[in-house]
């Protein structure tokens, strides 16, 4: 009897067997992995068009529209490979730092939930409105006509200094500069017209209950409707101060 030969036989049969019982549980373990990752729901995504309309809502909301002919609200779009998770809660909007409600402007979107997150995004604001502008070319010192103005609406954001909604506020005005036709009149073009001129004789009226009565002097400085300038009465010598009426008339009381 061969006896290594039947050992050999024996310990051959028994790794064939191991191998073929190892590759089944490798199976089975591999088959088990999948199953239990295939029934993990995968994360559910903030959807991107809802984070840009809220922005647009806040906005939207927080503009006084009341004070402009028109106002239109440019939202950018997000990276589309931001991925954020689903928020459960409603969404928070503030002004980021330095922002404002007109021009180019960005907005904090939070979710405050448990996991939060945050994100930026921003907008351009076009805010609308009649602004007094020339109707034809106006030079330095003219006195402002009715007929030189014209109301045309403008994006107020692009606009940096002071400027004119009504006409009225800038009749009888004088220009400190020429301009031309089509110029948005701004308040640092304008001042009142002068109505006393420095060195000019002027009629010095006393006014009190029951009586007035009218002086001659000297203007000491120039002026215009409604200013404080001091005059010389050419009688007494007397340095007095009254207030500008009209032209060339200064009264005290």
Known sequence: MNTGSTQINKYTLFSFFFLIFNSISNIALA??????????????????????????????????????????????????????????????????????????????????????????????????????????????????????????????????????????NLIGKQLRRQLAQGRVIKANYVKSKTLVKRGELVSIIAENTGYSVKMTGTAMASGALGDRIRVKNTSSKRIIEGTIKEVGVVSIN
């Not at 004070?67 to 931001?82: E, G, H, K, Y």
């Not at 928070?92 to 330095?98: K, M, Y």
């Not at 904090?108 to 995004?121: A, D, E, F, G, K």
């Open 31 to 168: 088959s088990s992995l999948a199953s239990s990752q295939t029934s993990q729901p995968l994360p559910t995504l903030h959807n991107h068009q809802n984070i840009t309309e809220t922005a647009r809502q806040f906005l939207d909301a927080n503009i006084d529209k009341s004070q402009f002919s028109r106002v239109t609200i440019q939202m950018s779009q997000l990276d589309s490979r931001l991925r954020l998770a689903q928020c459960p809660l409603p969404l928070t909007s503030t002004l980021a730092p330095g922002s404002q409600f007109s021009g180019k402007t960005t907005v904090h979107i939070r979710c405050n939930s448990t996991s939060p997150w945050t994100v930026y995004i921003s907008a351009q604001i076009q805010l609308y409105g009649k602004v007094v502008q020339t109707l034809t070319p106006l030079g330095r010192g003219h006195i402002l006509k009715s007929t030189d103005l014209v109301l045309v609406e403008e994006d107020l954001s692009r606009i940096r200094y002071g400027y004119f909604t009504d006409k009225n």
